[in-house]
């Protein structure tokens, strides 16, 4: 059982917007700014593709967004690409832990 | 360019130990916190265990506490874990991952390709 929850799997066709969610509590996403992202394809590396919950590292393409409300963090992919496809993980700085991961989610491109 | 090049993985019977190392550079290894997150196969990600770059402070997960240490020899840029009464619920791949500050934010802009420990009899 992972400390942040995420949907399983989510899905959506070329070109079009999906939100993968990420709840936690008041003692890690409620708490802290420190939310991160990770993409994952089959048998790659983990990717950092949000960090500080809506920050872009350096050649992370515009489309992928992120967000927060209360104790739920959000990622969203806008013009849904097949190349989209993969695993996605919410990542939160939780004080004293200190580092608490989502489930995963993955993303089937339609 | 930022590298981050695990080892020691491999087989072990169930209360064995092993240490895996990650050699990094590319980056002033001192001054950011490192960690390992581990992936069981088929499974989520799971962070184990990291260690702060200025005051050298060591954080664990609750499935490892008081059986993995991690180190960090700033001399040699290499990020250690020891690992001691393994579990077959241990078995995974454990990847190095580097933190965007020097104190750990739970932020991992660079991972290493990971090592793969297996505990089996």
């Known amino acids: 059982q992972s400390a942040l929850t995420q949907p399983a799997s989510v899905s959506g066709s070329p070109g079009q917007s999906i939100t993968i969610s990420c709840t936690g509590t008041?003692?890690?996403?409620?708490?802290?700014?420190?939310v991160s992202w990770y993409q994952q394809h089959p048998g790659k590396v983990p990717k950092l593709m949000i960090y500080?919950?809506?920050k872009r590292p350096s050649g992370v393409s515009n489309r992928f967004s992120g967000s927060k409300s209360g104790n739920t963090a959000s990622l969203t992919i806008s013009g849904l690409q097949a190349e989209d496809e993969a695993d996605y993980y919410c990542?939160?700085?939780?004080?004293?832990?200190?580092?608490?991961f989502g489930g995963g989610t993955k993303l089937t491109v339609l | 360019e930022v590298l981050l090049l695990e080892s020691g993985g491999g087989s072990v019977q169930p209360g064995g130990s092993l240490r895996l190392s990650c050699a990094a550079s590319g980056f002033t290894f001192s001054s950011y916190a490192m960690s390992w997150v581990r992936q069981a196969p088929g499974k989520g990600l799971e962070w184990v265990s990291g260690i702060s770059g200025s005051t050298g402070s060591r954080y664990y997960g609750d499935s490892v506490k008081g059986r993995f240490t991690i180190s960090r020899d700033n001399s040699k840029n290499t990020l250690y874990l020891q690992m001691s009464s393994l579990r077959a619920e241990d078995t995974a791949i454990y990847y190095c991952a580097k933190d965007l500050d020097t104190a750990m934010l739970s932020l991992f802009d660079y991972w290493g390709q990971g090592t793969l420990v297996t505990v089996s009899s």
């Open positions: 008041s003692s890690d996403v409620g708490t802290y700014n420190l």
């Open positions: 990542c939160s700085y939780a004080g004293s832990r200190p580092v608490v």
């Open positions: 500080e919950g809506s």
